[in-house]
């Protein structure tokens, strides 16, 4: 995609007005301290499991000797590991191993005002067949969700329907042979039997970012179907890793492209999911890293373009799916300032089940528009979405520290502890 964007100076005046509501000493129009709307949807019982899991995932060296071992024992199928994966991280963060017993869990967020992001937790695979089994049970999950209430959204991955090798090729620029001209023609059949599905049932689809060096053919796959099904509602979102320093530009020229073309543009923003990965590629390869040096950078960018996607609420509709409090709250403030309808369908925030209720159910007592990424799928086809989830967000991260402070402060108010 062509590099026209915004000037620079564009960016700047939206940078220094992101400065201006983070550090206003106004009072927050959302709390997230607030533990007792928070965990409000938990038991006692259900309380102390939290605080167990979370204390256990606090302590990193745990984290990584239990996910060699676990899936390791998952893959000799070794029921009794099964078992307590599934009273364990698996009932901590997923709604269940199918979509029917899935419902208890999306009702109940229900009941607290939160939507629903379905997400088949499989990760990547590699034969056509299971490329076919990943676009099916993604439809399947779109017209369960057309009959749902409170589950506007489902999630997908491209590398569940394509070939990973097939991507890198695509982006290095080699010519296509016959097989893998007909691998390409099946990926775009089966991302477009999906899109085509979702638009005609009123459903929203979610494409997840992946590595950089395939992100190129996946970004080419989801503006193609942008450009077919956005023309009047967003149908399809992209998803922008902003820890990457060139995605706050290729969001503005997304939206750019999105205007010439008479099309809304749909943009999940998340800080970013490989950057371990990133990292140590670029230094295998011998190239500059394509990720922000700092947080403090990545950020800023995050920041700028939650800013950037209000300012253009009307042509772009946008997910905050962010575990920042900051980035969360800022949000919220800049739809208050500019008195947007809190619950407007351009408008969302999201994260994961499982973590940061302090967010999402304090934005949906407030009456903004939230959901939870749910997670499905039988036990050990998401037990490797769970050893990544609890790798990224272990101590290194200070995710848990967090999680496992706030369920505390709620136990504490409850006089549990």
């Known amino acids: 995609m062509e590099k026209i ?22 009072e927050p129009i959302v709390d997230f301290s607030n533990t007792e709307v928070a965990f409000a949807g938990k038991t006692d019982e259900e309380l102390r499991k939290s605080a ?35 009273n364990t991280i698996y009932e901590q963060f997923c709604g269940g191993t199918t979509l029917l017993n899935s419902q208890p869990s999306i009702s109940k967020l229900a009941q607290q005002g939160c939507l629903t992001i379905l997400d088949y937790g499989a990760e990547a695979k590699d034969s056509e067949e ?35 090798g097939l991507l890198k090729q695509i982006q ?32 929203s689809v ?47 020229s997304s939206y750019n492209q999105a205007e010439r073309n008479g099309y809304i543009l749909g943009a999940k923003l998340v800080r970013g999911a490989y950057m371990e990965k990133e990292r140590a590629r670029a230094r295998e390869h011998g190239y500059e890293s394509p990720i922000h040096p700092t947080k403090a950078a990545t950020d800023d960018a995050y920041n700028t373009g939650v800013k950037f996607c209000i300012d253009n609420y009307e042509r772009i509709a946008s997910c905050n799916a962010s575990h920042n409090a900051e980035s969360n709250l800022l949000q919220a403030e800049l739809i ?5 309808s809190r619950d ?17 159910f304090n934005l949906a007592a407030a009456g903004f528009k939230v959901g939870k990424y749910l997670p499905y799928g039988p036990v050990r086809e998401v037990v490797p979405y769970l050893i990544r989830r609890a790798e990224e967000n272990s101590s290194v991260t200070g995710d848990m520290t967090r999680e496992h402070r706030l369920v505390h402060e709620e136990m504490k108010r409850r006089g549990l502890s």
């Open 336 to 340: 208050h300032r500019k008195g947007i």
């Open 52 to 86: 167990w899991i979370f204390g256990m995932m606090n302590r990193h060296w745990l984290v990584g000797i239990g996910s060699k071992l676990g899936l390791a024992a998952i893959r000799m199928h070794l029921p009794f590991v099964e078992g307590i994966v599934k």
């Open 206 to 252: 979610f494409f997840d970012a992946e590595e950089s060096w395939i992100q190129d053919p996946i970004d080419h796959f989801v503006n193609m179907m942008m450009r077919r099904y956005n023309r009047e509602k967003p149908v399809v979102y992209n998803t922008f890793q902003m820890y990457r320093k060139d995605r706050l530009q290729y969001l503005i």
């Open 172 to 203: 290095e620029g080699e010519a296509f042979t016959k097989e893998t001209r007909s691998e390409y023609k099946n990926i775009l059949k089966r991302i477009d039997a999906i899109c085509h599905i979702a638009a005609q049932k009123d459903v």
């Open 344 to 360: 407007h369908p351009h408008l969302m925030f999201c994260q994961l089940y499982g973590m940061s209720d302090n967010l999402t």
């Open 130 to 164: 299971e490329y076919n089994q990943t676009m099916n049970e993604t439809i399947r999950a779109i017209e369960f969700a057309a009959k749902a209430d409170h589950v506007p959204v489902v999630s997908t991955k491209v590398t569940g329907m394509a070939r990973f």
């Open 5 to 26: 964007g915004k000037p620079v100076k564009d960016i700047e005046r939206m940078k220094k007005a992101v400065d201006e509501v983070i550090n206003s000493k106004e």
